[in-house]
């Protein structure tokens, strides 16, 4: 899942048939700062409801084709909510792991050492 800002809107005068009524828009990636990532894309509004200016929150590949209400129609990039408020945590916090791997310690071996003969 990422963010994106609407910034535009496609107008298709033929679309695949799972795809009538469904808008689609432009959307500009954004990074976890909420700034501005690589090249705008073109995403299918899952939602019905995003516009242009709209901070939405997108799913791609496999799930954006799920998010759509007709299943497994062609989308690569599906906007699946709207974002009201974002908070962000700051601070060295921030850039610690969400989660923490506890390894089982390599397990010592048990062979015996035989003293000189």
């Known amino acids: 899942m990422k963010f994106g800002r609407v910034i535009g809107t496609v107008v298709a005068s033929q679309k695949y048939e799972g795809l009538e009524g469904v808008k689609l828009l432009v959307v500009q990636p954004l990074t976890r700062d909420l700034e501005p990532a690589g090249r705008p894309e073109i995403a299918a509004d899952g939602t019905a409801q995003a516009g242009p200016g709209e901070l939405v929150f997108m799913v791609a590949s496999r799930e954006g084709a799920q998010a759509m209400p007709e299943l497994f129609v062609p989308v690569d990039l599906a906007i699946t909510g709207i974002v009201d408020e974002v908070d962000v945590e700051t601070g ?15 397990m010592k071996s048990n062979k015996k050492t035989e003293k000189g003969s």
């Open 92 to 106: 060295p916090r921030r850039d610690q792991p969400t989660a923490v791997w506890n390894l089982p310690k390599k």
